[in-house]
């Protein structure tokens, strides 16, 4: 199952990824039309903000809230997030990560990390590199606070 999210869910798409959801995000030159259509002709289910643009298309999750948090809750109320699948995919781009052990990974990573850590998650179509620190515990701790508080 893969998503298209609307220019307006940028945050919530970011997060979504990080779960390791498949969300495409809308450029600007996109108009509905095209959106639409081009979420018909992928298949893709439509997170988007505009009732309206969801009474057009039959695979909508319209999202009315417009903080994060709360966006987050009412997609996992429909599609739940599995933990095996956090990590799995880059934010930033959608594409799936890879878990390289540091040994063998020859890019650049800051001063420390390299001891420090055993493996890092490479994104190969936009080359972001990613590691097991701080940053992944809080998100791990964030996404856990807002599954356990959504009723299913
Ligand atoms: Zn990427």
């Known amino acids: 199952m893969k998503f298209f999210a609307d220019s307006m869910l940028g945050k919530l798409t970011r997060w979504l990824r990080l779960m390791g959801f498949s969300v495409e995000y809308a450029t600007p030159d996109k108009n509905d039309t095209e959106?639409?259509?081009?979420?018909?002709?992928n298949s893709l289910i439509l997170?988007?903000?505009?009732?309206?643009?969801?009474?057009?298309?039959?695979?909508?999750?319209?999202?009315?809230?417009?903080?994060?948090r709360d966006q987050i809750k009412v997609f996992i109320g429909n599609h739940e997030p599995s933990e095996e699948l956090f990590?799995?995919?880059?934010?930033?781009?959608?594409?799936?990560?890879?878990?390289?052990?540091?040994?063998?990974?020859?890019?650049?990573?800051?001063?420390?990390?390299?001891?420090k850590y055993t493996r890092v998650f490479h994104c190969s179509n936009c080359g972001k590199v990613y590691w097991e620190g701080s940053h992944f515990d809080s998100i791990r701790k964030a996404l856990k606070e807002i599954i356990s508080e959504t009723v299913p």
Request: one cysteine or more.
């Open 87 to 115: 990590f799995s995919r880059c934010p930033l781009c959608n594409s799936e990560l890879e878990i390289i052990p540091m040994e063998i990974f020859k890019g650049d990573v800051p001063d420390g990390i390299r001891e």
């Open 47 to 68: 997170l988007t903000r505009d009732r309206e643009l969801s009474q057009r298309y039959k695979d909508s999750l319209y999202i009315k809230s417009d903080d994060y």
């Open 35 to 41: 959106i639409l259509s081009y979420c018909r002709q």
